[in-house]
């Protein structure tokens, strides 16, 4: 059973990162250029929010364990990585059929 409960934590680390990549996406989305306070603010705020949840997940997966906490924040950033190079590489391949 413990085995599976480790799992979830891997799986939850990888929701998380996905969680985490498309609210900064959404947050960019809602920049207005022409309003800089009000943009400047929506990213500071969102910002830490999305801070504060990742944080409190984490301390989540270190009151059920230390390995718990581990593996989370290994999935967590392993997957974050995996999709930024993957988003990198899909933009640079765009670049480079423009030229």
């Known amino acids: 059973m413990k085995f599976l409960i480790y799992f979830l934590w891997i799986f939850a680390g990888i929701g998380l990162a996905i969680l985490f990549l498309k609210s900064i996406h959404e947050s960019i989305k809602l920049i207005k250029p022409g309003k800089k306070n009000v943009?400047?603010?929506?990213?500071?705020?969102?910002?830490?929010?999305r801070w504060i949840v990742v944080f409190g997940v984490f301390a989540l997966a270190l009151l059920h364990s230390p390995l718990a906490l581990g593996l989370i924040f290994t999935s967590f950033t392993i997957t974050r990585m995996f999709l930024l190079f993957r988003r990198h590489y899909s933009l640079m391949a765009k670049v480079n059929q423009a030229q």
């Open 39 to 49: 943009s400047v603010s929506l990213i500071l705020m969102t910002t830490l929010l």
